[in-house]
């Protein structure tokens, strides 16, 4: 059973920096898809970013220019680089993974870890 443990959250304002990390097995890292997901209270779950099995990076089209998603296969570690955070990007932030990166786009990776908070002030 695939772990996937979340850190790097905490409270910042706006205008401000977070870097997340996702700690996964370097198996999982190196051949699995993996991303970020968020959730906001009282919204629905969206997906932030990619990181494909080819390591082809993507991030949602409104979150493009701020952050930044990367993967250290070796160390078996998914990166979630958030610049110039707004309240908008308050949200419980998921870290997930997949064999089949079509899986993850469509919200139903494999595995999931349990979050980790952002709370961004004005």
């Known amino acids: 059973q695939e772990q996937l443990v979340e850190s790097g959250g905490g409270s910042v304002q706006s205008g401000g920096s977070l870097k997340l990390s996702c700690t996964a097995s370097r198996y999982t890292a190196a051949s699995f898809a993996m991303g970020w997901f968020r959730q906001a209270a009282g919204k629905e779950r969206e997906l932030v970013a990619t990181?494909?099995?080819?390591?082809?990076?993507n991030v949602a089209d409104s979150l493009k220019g701020r952050f930044t998603v990367s993967r250290d296969n070796a160390k078996g570690i998914l990166y979630l680089q958030m610049n110039n955070l707004t309240p908008d990007d308050t949200a419980m932030y998921y870290c997930?993974?997949?064999?089949?990166?079509?899986?993850?786009?469509?919200?139903?990776?494999?595995?999931w870890g349990r979050g980790t908070q952002v709370t961004v002030s004005p």
């Open positions: 997930a993974a997949d064999p089949i990166i079509v899986n993850l786009k469509r919200g139903q990776p494999g595995y």
């Open positions: 990181v494909d099995n080819d390591s082809t990076r």
